[in-house]
């Protein structure tokens, strides 16, 4: 039996900035980009839950791993380059020390990335990597004038569920949010219900929910009246529970 190199916790990474990822089993050290959340050590870089050093070994044989953006490209050992718009990717038979991923510059906010990765000693990967993924997550701000603000913005293909909350934490006063897609990223159209901003008022909410597979989607918001700003938070869900080509 092998041995499986992941988190310490066995969970995802959070909070990744775009820019390269780098998993280098030998020493078992996670590198994130500038500009991503720290680890709780207060640095971009944390141990592993293993590594090969200390199981006298020299190189994985299986990985499989998941990003949250399926534009990542991915550099597996020194023969390996995937970039095929795929959330996840199991790679077996293929001997490999170092990964990097190359996440890009889709979101904002910016680090809002996910990655989760579980590689073997093994040549097959003695783990079930999972069929359904998604990612979620929250951000909060404060209203301003109009125009509205970008709040929210996500590369999303490869999901098929699209699950957008926005709830107006303010006390007093009302806010406006707009709901868009893209398929380029650069043309943007408002959504169907979103032709004109909704309102919310203080202590209310408005959901999204969707099935419609486009490639972008973001979130707008602005005061309702000028000077009367209000609190908020934007909370997301993405899902793929279809697989995927090799799940």
């Given at each position: 039996?092998?041995?499986?190199?992941?988190?310490?916790?066995?969970?995802?990474?959070?909070?990744?900035?775009?820019?390269?990822?780098?998993?280098?089993?030998?020493?078992?050290?996670?590198?994130?980009?500038?500009?991503?959340?720290?680890?709780?050590?207060?640095?971009?870089?944390?141990?592993?839950?293993?590594?090969?050093?200390?199981?006298?070994?020299?190189?994985?044989?299986?990985?499989?791993?998941?990003?949250?953006?399926?534009?990542?490209?991915?550099?597996?050992?020194?023969?390996?380059?995937?970039?095929?718009?795929?959330?996840?990717?199991?790679?077996?038979?293929?001997?490999?020390?170092?990964?990097?991923?190359d996440v890009p510059a889709n979101s904002t906010p910016d680090a809002t990335n996910q990655l989760f990765f579980m590689a073997s000693?093994?040549?097959?990967?003695?783990?079930?990597?999972?069929?359904?993924?998604?990612?979620?997550?929250?951000?909060?701000?404060?209203?301003?004038?109009?125009?509205?603000?970008?709040?929210?913005?996500?590369?999303?293909?490869?999901?098929?569920?699209?699950?957008?909350?926005?709830?107006?934490?303010?006390?007093?006063?009302?806010?406006?949010?707009?709901?868009?897609?893209?398929?380029?990223?650069?043309?943007?159209?408002?959504?169907?219900?979103?032709?004109?901003?909704?309102?919310?008022?203080?202590?209310?909410?408005?959901?999204?929910?969707?099935?419609?597979?486009?490639?972008?989607?973001?979130?707008?918001?602005?005061?309702?009246?000028?000077?009367?700003?209000?609190?908020?938070?934007?909370?997301?869900?993405?899902?793929n529970d279809k697989g995927s080509a090799y799940l």
């Amino acid at each position: 039996m092998g041995s499986l190199l992941t988190t310490v916790s066995g969970l995802e990474i959070t909070g990744i900035a775009s820019g390269a990822v780098f998993l280098d089993f030998v020493a078992g050290t996670i590198t994130l980009p500038e500009g991503s959340t720290n680890f709780a050590n207060g640095t971009l870089v944390t141990t592993m839950n293993k590594n090969l050093n200390d199981l006298g070994l020299q190189q994985c044989n299986s990985i499989g791993i998941w990003c949250s953006d399926a534009d990542a490209t991915y550099q597996v050992g020194s023969a390996i380059t995937l970039s095929d718009h795929q959330l996840s990717h199991v790679i077996n038979q293929y001997g490999f020390s170092t990964v990097r991923i190359d996440v890009p510059a889709n979101s904002t906010p910016d680090a809002t990335n996910q990655l989760f990765f579980m590689a073997s000693t093994d040549n097959w990967m003695g783990y079930g990597f999972p069929r359904i993924s998604h990612q979620r997550g929250e951000v909060d701000g404060t209203s301003t004038n109009a125009p509205a603000t970008v709040i929210l913005s996500k590369h999303v293909g490869a999901y098929n569920q699209f699950l957008i909350t926005t709830s107006n934490t303010g006390g007093a006063n009302s806010i406006d949010v707009t709901i868009e897609f893209s398929e380029n990223g650069t043309d943007w159209f408002a959504d169907a219900g979103y032709t004109t901003a909704v309102g919310i008022v203080a202590g209310s909410y408005n959901a999204f929910a969707s099935e419609v597979e486009h490639h972008f989607y973001r979130v707008l918001i602005n005061s309702t009246v000028n000077g009367s700003h209000s609190t908020f938070t934007v909370f997301w869900n993405f899902v793929n529970d279809k697989g995927s080509a090799y799940l």
